[in-house]
């Protein structure tokens, strides 16, 4: 990271406070959390201490005052630890800017300190049995009936689900206004009926980060809780935001990148082959210096958009490139990497091995790569006319 730009020495400090709690509470435990497929609940509060959550949100609601330099920061440093149980690039990363961007004063005032201190975790609900990155074909309804929404319908592949003490649920208040209809409620789980979770679900990687259904049987949730001054926002809201998700991602997988390249270095300059290091063959020099190429040029792209997400001027379609180049680019880096490491590649013991799991769904998440290709074929075609 010091080799960014926007890397400063107070922004250096603070990654070093994150590297050592990494090392301190999240590596000796990871594999631990993944055998039982969740974090402790207690890591949650360590963080939230450490001031690890929140960290871009403002001081006056619990947050570290930082920007969104320091979420890249935190999300980059974890793909590089290979500790991705900590499901913070939802919890800081979008819901808690969800709350701070659209939010009352009251639920700010209700929500944000507790999210910062790790006693409310927090999930974002949208994908759905039938409806994933066609966010309007989602078919969770919530009627309002007096003071509360009755909700019904059910969300799965959601991030820290099983955990998740406030979770911003995507409904449908009014089916027949398309996107105009959709609207986001904040569901306190410990505060209503009718909330249950389901299993939690068996990922090809990212054993440690708890992913889950969540069902709503006649959830009762208070009008109170509505995102936003008004019904039908939520299609809004959420546009506005992906972008931030996006680009999280794209950094998630920067990181994932140098890992896979300073693993295979370490490993071709000690594996002896015919007499050999397999660093001194020149197919490996050139392998390697290929990844290296491609991941230097997707840092210099995803420097940019975190420069210009950060100043409030990063457009959507932007976004959509950097989310779609730096997942399938680190995916060709990794499977590089994986290859010259042979058999050993494959063995789960060594970090490339856990690499290539978890990076594969960074191609799917936020918005599947085709659909990001879509989005920038869409802004191609208004330029043109």
């Given amino acids: 990271m010091s080799q960014s730009p926007w890397m400063t020495p107070e922004l250096e400090n603070f990654r070093d406070n994150v590297r050592r709690f990494y090392d301190k509470e999240l590596v000796p435990n990871e594999e631990r959390w993944g055998r039982q497929q969740h974090v402790d609940r207690e890591v949650w509060r360590k963080a939230g201490a450490a001031g690890l959550l929140c960290v871009g949100i403002s001081e006056e609601y619990g947050g570290g005052g930082g920007n969104f330099m320091h979420e890249a920061i935190l999300f980059y440093e974890q793909t590089l630890a290979i500790v991705p149980g900590l499901g913070n690039g939802v919890h800081t990363g979008i819901v808690a800017h969800y709350l701070e961007n659209f939010g009352t004063e009251a639920q700010k005032q209700q929500w944000l300190p507790r999210m910062a201190s790790g006693d409310l975790v927090g999930a974002l609900a949208i994908s759905e ?172 792209f995803i420097d940019r958009c975190i420069d210009q997400l950060a100043r409030g001027e990063l457009d959507a379609t932007t976004a959509a490139m950097a989310k779609w180049w730096c997942t399938q680019t680190c995916g060709e880096i990794v499977d590089e990497c994986l290859q010259l490491h042979g058999g050993y590649g494959y063995m789960t013991e060594y970090p490339i091995a856990r690499i290539y799991q978890n990076v594969r769904i960074g191609r799917i998440l936020a918005g599947s790569n085709e659909v990001m290709k879509e989005l920038v074929a869409r802004d191609m075609r208004r330029a043109s006319e």
């Avoid at 059910?154 to 649920?169: P, R």
């Avoid at 609207?183 to 440690?208: N, P, Y």
């Avoid at 020149?282 to 190429?293: D, G, I, P, V």
């Fill in 129 to 300: 049995p039938g409806a994933g990155s066609d966010v309007q074909a989602i078919q969770t309804r919530a009627v309002r009936r007096d003071d509360h929404y009755v909700v019904n319908g059910a969300k799965t592949f959601i991030s820290n689900g099983q955990l998740a003490d406030l979770v911003c649920v995507v409904v449908k208040t009014d089916p027949s206004a398309g996107s105009r209809g959709i609207s986001l409620l904040m569901v306190e789980t410990a505060k209503v009926q009718g909330f249950r979770r389901g299993r939690v679900l068996d990922k090809i990687g990212m054993h440690a980060q708890d992913t889950s259904e969540l069902f709503f049987d006649d959830m009762r949730v208070p009008c109170a809780n509505l995102l936003g001054p008004e019904e039908g926002q939520g299609f809004r809201q959420l546009m506005k935001e992906l972008p931030r998700e996006r680009v999280v991602t794209a950094m998630s997988a920067q990181g994932s990148m140098d890992r896979a390249i300073a693993e295979t270095l370490a490993y071709a300059r000690q594996r002896k082959l015919f007499g050999d290091t397999l660093f001194d063959f020149q197919n490996t020099r050139f392998k390697l210096a290929e990844c290296q190429t491609k991941a230097t040029v997707s840092r210099a």
